[in-house]
Protein backbone atom coordinates (compact mmCIF):
# COMPACT_ATOMS: atom_id res chain seq x y z
CA UNK A 1 0.00 0.00 0.00
CA UNK A 2 1.16 3.35 -0.73
CA UNK A 3 0.87 6.13 1.04
CA UNK A 4 -2.65 6.65 1.98
CA UNK A 5 -4.70 8.84 -0.85
CA UNK A 6 -5.46 12.18 0.86
CA UNK A 7 -8.94 11.67 0.57
CA UNK A 8 -8.99 9.02 3.01
CA UNK A 9 -8.48 11.44 5.84
CA UNK A 10 -11.19 14.08 4.92
CA UNK A 11 -14.82 14.52 4.89
CA UNK A 12 -16.55 12.18 2.67
CA UNK A 13 -16.86 13.73 -0.79
CA UNK A 14 -17.11 12.85 -4.35
CA UNK A 15 -13.96 10.26 -4.83
CA UNK A 16 -15.49 8.41 -1.58
CA UNK A 17 -18.81 7.99 -2.12
CA UNK A 18 -18.52 7.16 -6.11
CA UNK A 19 -16.07 4.56 -5.15
CA UNK A 20 -18.50 3.69 -1.59
CA UNK A 21 -20.27 0.83 -3.07
CA UNK A 22 -16.70 -0.89 -4.03
CA UNK A 23 -15.86 0.17 -0.29
CA UNK A 24 -19.49 -2.25 0.48
CA UNK A 25 -18.48 -5.02 -0.76
CA UNK A 26 -14.92 -4.90 0.41
CA UNK A 27 -15.81 -4.47 3.66
CA UNK A 28 -18.59 -7.16 3.85
CA UNK A 29 -16.42 -9.69 2.40
CA UNK A 30 -13.10 -8.92 4.87
CA UNK A 31 -15.64 -8.63 7.68
CA UNK A 32 -16.79 -12.36 6.94
CA UNK A 33 -13.21 -13.46 6.96
CA UNK A 34 -12.46 -12.17 10.35
CA UNK A 35 -15.62 -14.26 11.71
CA UNK A 36 -14.28 -17.64 10.97
CA UNK A 37 -13.59 -19.20 13.30
CA UNK A 38 -9.23 -19.98 13.52
CA UNK A 39 -8.55 -23.48 12.78
CA UNK A 40 -5.19 -23.14 14.50
CA UNK A 41 -4.09 -22.55 18.28
CA UNK A 42 -0.79 -22.53 19.37
CA UNK A 43 0.62 -23.89 22.29
CA UNK A 44 1.28 -20.28 24.22
CA UNK A 45 -0.48 -17.31 24.62
CA UNK A 46 -0.69 -15.28 21.43
CA UNK A 47 -1.52 -11.07 21.47
CA UNK A 48 -1.94 -9.38 18.54
CA UNK A 49 -1.72 -5.86 17.46
CA UNK A 50 -3.69 -4.61 14.79
CA UNK A 51 -5.73 -1.78 13.06
CA UNK A 52 -8.83 -1.03 11.87
CA UNK A 53 -7.24 1.04 8.94
CA UNK A 54 -4.65 0.29 6.56
CA UNK A 55 -1.18 1.45 7.76
CA UNK A 56 0.53 4.11 10.00
CA UNK A 57 -1.44 3.47 13.75
CA UNK A 58 1.32 2.75 15.65
CA UNK A 59 1.66 -1.44 15.89
CA UNK A 60 5.26 -1.97 15.47
CA UNK A 61 5.85 0.99 18.86
CA UNK A 62 2.66 -1.04 20.79
CA UNK A 63 4.68 -4.41 19.93
CA UNK A 64 8.07 -3.38 21.34
CA UNK A 65 6.21 -1.46 24.37
CA UNK A 66 4.12 -4.86 25.53
CA UNK A 67 6.86 -6.68 24.99
CA UNK A 68 8.91 -4.52 27.91
CA UNK A 69 5.70 -4.93 29.57
CA UNK A 70 5.66 -8.49 29.35
CA UNK A 71 10.07 -8.86 30.71
CA UNK A 72 8.89 -6.93 33.17
CA UNK A 73 6.47 -9.86 34.30
CA UNK A 74 9.43 -12.23 34.08
CA UNK A 75 8.15 -13.78 30.84
CA UNK A 76 9.81 -14.57 27.82
CA UNK A 77 8.20 -13.14 24.38
CA UNK A 78 8.60 -13.72 20.85
CA UNK A 79 7.34 -11.50 17.93
CA UNK A 80 5.42 -12.98 15.02
CA UNK A 81 5.24 -10.80 12.14
CA UNK A 82 4.24 -11.51 7.77
CA UNK A 83 7.62 -9.46 6.85
CA UNK A 84 6.28 -7.23 4.34
CA UNK A 85 8.63 -6.74 1.98
CA UNK A 86 10.88 -9.55 2.55
CA UNK A 87 11.26 -12.19 0.12
CA UNK A 88 11.56 -15.37 2.73
CA UNK A 89 9.02 -17.49 1.75
CA UNK A 90 9.22 -20.34 4.75
CA UNK A 91 8.99 -19.30 8.47
CA UNK A 92 12.42 -17.71 9.09
CA UNK A 93 13.96 -16.79 12.37
CA UNK A 94 15.15 -13.17 11.75
CA UNK A 95 19.23 -12.98 12.62
CA UNK A 96 20.06 -9.21 13.21
CA UNK A 97 23.63 -10.17 11.94
CA UNK A 98 22.41 -11.26 9.47
CA UNK A 99 19.32 -10.55 7.41
CA UNK A 100 18.42 -7.61 5.91
CA UNK A 101 15.32 -5.89 4.58
CA UNK A 102 15.13 -7.48 1.65
CA UNK A 103 15.52 -10.91 3.49
CA UNK A 104 12.58 -10.45 6.17
CA UNK A 105 11.26 -6.81 5.47
CA UNK A 106 11.69 -3.96 7.82
CA UNK A 107 9.58 -3.85 10.96
CA UNK A 108 11.32 -7.70 11.75
CA UNK A 109 14.37 -6.06 12.15
CA UNK A 110 13.33 -4.01 14.73
CA UNK A 111 11.42 -6.03 16.67
CA UNK A 112 14.62 -8.65 16.82
CA UNK A 113 16.72 -6.13 18.45
CA UNK A 114 14.07 -6.82 21.49
CA UNK A 115 13.25 -10.42 21.34
CA UNK A 116 12.93 -13.57 18.98
CA UNK A 117 11.58 -12.75 15.54
CA UNK A 118 9.70 -14.99 13.56
CA UNK A 119 9.05 -14.17 9.95
CA UNK A 120 6.03 -16.22 8.25
CA UNK A 121 3.39 -15.44 6.15
CA UNK A 122 1.42 -19.20 7.66
CA UNK A 123 0.99 -17.62 11.12
CA UNK A 124 0.57 -20.58 12.43
CA UNK A 125 3.85 -22.47 11.70
CA UNK A 126 5.87 -18.88 12.45
CA UNK A 127 3.99 -19.38 16.18
CA UNK A 128 5.08 -23.02 15.89
CA UNK A 129 8.77 -22.45 15.48
CA UNK A 130 8.15 -19.45 18.06
CA UNK A 131 7.21 -22.06 20.56
CA UNK A 132 10.45 -23.89 19.67
CA UNK A 133 12.56 -20.41 21.16
CA UNK A 134 10.68 -21.32 24.32
CA UNK A 135 8.85 -18.62 24.47
CA UNK A 136 6.07 -17.95 27.04
CA UNK A 137 3.47 -15.35 24.92
CA UNK A 138 3.85 -14.95 21.30
CA UNK A 139 3.20 -10.96 19.95
CA UNK A 140 1.73 -10.51 16.86
CA UNK A 141 2.70 -7.37 14.79
CA UNK A 142 -0.46 -6.99 12.85
CA UNK A 143 -2.51 -10.18 11.83
CA UNK A 144 -5.68 -8.82 13.28
CA UNK A 145 -7.75 -9.27 10.30
CA UNK A 146 -6.59 -13.11 9.60
CA UNK A 147 -8.31 -15.58 10.51
CA UNK A 148 -5.50 -18.77 10.39
CA UNK A 149 -4.30 -18.53 14.31
CA UNK A 150 -6.23 -17.86 17.34
CA UNK A 151 -5.80 -15.20 19.05
CA UNK A 152 -6.16 -14.64 22.92
CA UNK A 153 -5.93 -10.85 22.79
CA UNK A 154 -6.52 -8.79 20.46
CA UNK A 155 -5.44 -4.86 20.81
CA UNK A 156 -6.20 -2.30 17.82
CA UNK A 157 -3.98 0.58 17.68
CA UNK A 158 -5.88 3.77 16.60
CA UNK A 159 -3.88 7.49 15.39
CA UNK A 160 -5.56 10.17 17.74
CA UNK A 161 -4.82 12.19 14.77
CA UNK A 162 -6.23 10.12 12.17
CA UNK A 163 -8.91 8.21 13.54
CA UNK A 164 -10.35 6.30 10.79
CA UNK A 165 -10.60 8.51 8.18
CA UNK A 166 -13.32 9.33 6.13
CA UNK A 167 -14.93 5.62 8.03
CA UNK A 168 -15.15 4.19 4.37
CA UNK A 169 -13.75 0.80 3.77
CA UNK A 170 -10.89 0.38 0.91
CA UNK A 171 -11.04 1.70 -1.64
CA UNK A 172 -13.20 4.16 -0.83
CA UNK A 173 -11.50 5.09 2.62
CA UNK A 174 -8.96 3.39 5.12
CA UNK A 175 -11.12 0.78 7.17
CA UNK A 176 -10.29 -2.73 6.81
CA UNK A 177 -13.57 -4.53 7.15
CA UNK A 178 -16.95 -3.38 8.73
CA UNK A 179 -15.71 -1.32 11.99
CA UNK A 180 -18.62 -3.18 14.45
CA UNK A 181 -17.23 -6.49 13.35
CA UNK A 182 -13.67 -5.36 13.95
CA UNK A 183 -14.83 -4.10 17.52
CA UNK A 184 -16.29 -7.32 18.18
CA UNK A 185 -13.13 -9.03 17.25
CA UNK A 186 -10.91 -6.77 19.85
CA UNK A 187 -10.72 -6.62 23.51
CA UNK A 188 -9.51 -3.22 24.01
CA UNK A 189 -8.46 -0.36 21.71
CA UNK A 190 -5.32 1.70 22.39
CA UNK A 191 -5.62 5.18 21.43
CA UNK A 192 -2.20 7.06 20.39
CA UNK A 193 -1.31 10.73 21.12
CA UNK A 194 -4.05 13.47 22.38
CA UNK A 195 -5.49 14.75 19.27
CA UNK A 196 -8.98 14.70 18.98
CA UNK A 197 -9.12 12.80 14.98
CA UNK A 198 -10.38 9.17 16.60
CA UNK A 199 -13.57 10.64 18.35
CA UNK A 200 -15.71 8.69 16.48
CA UNK A 201 -14.15 5.65 16.92
CA UNK A 202 -13.67 5.72 20.52
CA UNK A 203 -17.50 6.35 20.84
CA UNK A 204 -18.17 3.48 19.15
CA UNK A 205 -15.61 1.66 20.98
CA UNK A 206 -17.30 3.31 24.56
CA UNK A 207 -20.56 1.68 23.43
CA UNK A 208 -19.61 -1.51 22.86
CA UNK A 209 -17.94 -1.77 26.30
CA UNK A 210 -14.59 -2.11 25.01
CA UNK A 211 -11.59 -0.91 27.10
CA UNK A 212 -9.61 2.28 25.99
CA UNK A 213 -6.23 2.06 26.62
CA UNK A 214 -4.24 5.41 26.17
CA UNK A 215 -0.25 5.92 24.88
CA UNK A 216 2.07 8.30 24.23
CA UNK A 217 4.76 8.35 21.94
CA UNK A 218 8.07 9.95 22.97
CA UNK A 219 11.32 10.68 21.18
CA UNK A 220 14.28 9.48 22.58
CA UNK A 221 16.85 11.45 21.30
CA UNK A 222 15.58 15.13 20.76
CA UNK A 223 18.87 16.69 21.65
CA UNK A 224 20.28 15.16 17.84
CA UNK A 225 17.99 17.38 16.03
CA UNK A 226 17.60 20.42 18.27
CA UNK A 227 18.00 23.62 15.76
CA UNK A 228 19.71 21.59 13.03
CA UNK A 229 18.54 22.12 9.41
CA UNK A 230 17.60 19.29 7.94
CA UNK A 231 16.35 16.89 4.77
CA UNK A 232 13.62 14.57 6.15
CA UNK A 233 13.10 11.62 4.34
CA UNK A 234 10.79 8.69 4.98
CA UNK A 235 8.83 5.72 3.40
CA UNK A 236 5.69 5.62 5.84
CA UNK A 237 1.74 5.42 4.96
CA UNK A 238 1.72 8.74 7.35
CA UNK A 239 4.65 10.93 6.26
CA UNK A 240 3.41 13.32 8.13
CA UNK A 241 3.60 11.81 11.60
CA UNK A 242 7.19 11.88 11.12
CA UNK A 243 7.62 15.32 10.33
CA UNK A 244 5.24 16.34 13.13
CA UNK A 245 7.66 14.56 15.78
CA UNK A 246 10.94 15.71 13.99
CA UNK A 247 9.54 19.19 14.56
CA UNK A 248 8.70 18.91 18.04
CA UNK A 249 12.66 17.75 18.50
CA UNK A 250 13.31 21.31 17.83
CA UNK A 251 14.37 20.92 14.12
CA UNK A 252 14.20 22.84 10.94
CA UNK A 253 12.45 20.93 8.13
CA UNK A 254 14.51 22.29 5.18
CA UNK A 255 13.49 19.85 2.52
CA UNK A 256 11.12 17.08 2.51
CA UNK A 257 11.00 13.57 0.53
CA UNK A 258 8.34 11.19 0.70
CA UNK A 259 8.01 7.74 -0.25
CA UNK A 260 5.30 5.55 0.20
CA UNK A 261 5.34 2.46 3.31
CA UNK A 262 8.10 -0.10 3.39
CA UNK A 263 9.47 1.38 -0.04
CA UNK A 264 12.64 -0.38 -1.26
CA UNK A 265 15.19 3.13 -1.82
CA UNK A 266 17.01 2.65 -4.99
CA UNK A 267 20.73 3.48 -5.82
CA UNK A 268 19.51 6.40 -7.82
CA UNK A 269 17.61 7.79 -4.96
CA UNK A 270 19.97 7.25 -2.13
CA UNK A 271 22.48 9.21 -4.36
CA UNK A 272 20.29 12.15 -4.68
CA UNK A 273 19.14 12.21 -0.71
CA UNK A 274 23.44 12.34 -0.45
CA UNK A 275 24.09 14.94 -3.32
CA UNK A 276 21.66 17.58 -2.25
CA UNK A 277 22.15 17.31 1.62
CA UNK A 278 25.39 17.47 1.07
CA UNK A 279 24.66 20.56 -1.47
CA UNK A 280 22.73 22.43 0.84
CA UNK A 281 24.27 21.21 3.97
CA UNK A 282 21.37 19.51 5.04
CA UNK A 283 21.65 16.59 8.07
CA UNK A 284 19.86 13.77 6.30
CA UNK A 285 17.08 12.73 8.70
CA UNK A 286 14.83 9.33 8.65
CA UNK A 287 12.70 6.93 10.81
CA UNK A 288 13.91 3.83 13.02
CA UNK A 289 12.32 1.75 10.24
CA UNK A 290 13.38 3.44 7.09
CA UNK A 291 17.13 3.91 8.45
CA UNK A 292 17.10 0.06 9.01
CA UNK A 293 16.20 -1.13 5.54
CA UNK A 294 19.08 0.79 4.43
CA UNK A 295 21.52 -1.84 6.64
CA UNK A 296 23.00 -4.52 4.89
CA UNK A 297 21.64 -3.56 1.60
CA UNK A 298 25.72 -2.14 -0.13
CA UNK A 299 26.22 0.09 -2.35
CA UNK A 300 24.78 3.79 -1.50
CA UNK A 301 21.98 2.18 0.44
CA UNK A 302 24.98 1.49 3.21
CA UNK A 303 26.31 5.04 2.31
CA UNK A 304 22.89 6.39 3.05
CA UNK A 305 22.34 4.35 6.13
CA UNK A 306 25.67 5.30 7.56
CA UNK A 307 25.25 9.25 6.95
CA UNK A 308 21.98 9.64 7.89
CA UNK A 309 20.42 10.03 11.38
CA UNK A 310 17.25 8.12 12.96
CA UNK A 311 14.62 9.70 15.18
CA UNK A 312 14.22 7.33 17.62
CA UNK A 313 10.87 6.65 19.55
CA UNK A 314 8.85 4.58 21.68
CA UNK A 315 5.61 4.04 23.38
CA UNK A 316 4.50 4.49 26.39
CA UNK A 317 1.27 3.53 27.82
CA UNK A 318 -0.49 5.74 30.32
CA UNK A 319 -1.73 3.29 33.06
CA UNK A 320 0.60 -0.10 32.16
CA UNK A 321 -0.49 -1.21 35.23
CA UNK A 322 -3.78 -1.51 33.42
CA UNK A 323 -2.19 -3.25 30.79
CA UNK A 324 -0.56 -5.57 32.82
CA UNK A 325 -3.51 -6.92 34.57
CA UNK A 326 -5.44 -7.39 31.46
CA UNK A 327 -2.82 -9.64 30.35
CA UNK A 328 -2.37 -11.40 33.60
CA UNK A 329 -5.94 -12.20 33.23
CA UNK A 330 -5.05 -13.25 29.83
CA UNK A 331 -2.55 -15.37 30.23
CA UNK A 332 -4.75 -17.26 32.67
CA UNK A 333 -8.03 -17.59 30.49
CA UNK A 334 -5.48 -18.71 27.91
CA UNK A 335 -3.73 -21.70 29.71
CA UNK A 336 -7.26 -22.34 31.10
CA UNK A 337 -8.47 -23.39 27.39
CA UNK A 338 -5.35 -25.00 26.52
CA UNK A 339 -5.49 -27.14 29.16
CA UNK A 340 -9.38 -28.07 28.61
CA UNK A 341 -7.92 -28.90 24.89
CA UNK A 342 -5.79 -31.37 26.48
CA UNK A 343 -8.38 -33.16 28.28
CA UNK A 344 -11.08 -32.77 25.74
CA UNK A 345 -8.75 -34.76 23.38
CA UNK A 346 -7.56 -37.31 25.78
CA UNK A 347 -10.96 -38.17 27.17
Not at 197 to 220: C, H, M, N, T, Y
Not at 232 to 254: M, P, R, Y
Not at 265 to 278: G, I, M, V
Amino acid sequence: MSEAPPFWFTKAGVPAWALSPLGFIYGRVAAKRMTQKASNMADVPVVCVGNFITGGAGKTPTALALGRIVKDMGLKHGFLSRGYGGSVNTPTLVDTEKNNAKDVGDEPLLLAQQAPTVVAADRPAGAALLVEQRVDIIIMDDGFQNPSLHKDFSLAVVDARRGIGNGFCIPAGPVRANLGIQLLASDAVLLIGKAPGAAQVIRKAARAAKPILEAQISIDNPQDFEGRRVLAFSGLADNKKFHISLEQAGAEIVEVRNFHDHHPFSTEECRELLSYASAEKLVLVTTEKDHIRLRRMGGAQELLHTQSHPLRIHLTFDNPRTVEGLLEKMIAQAKAIRRANREKTLA
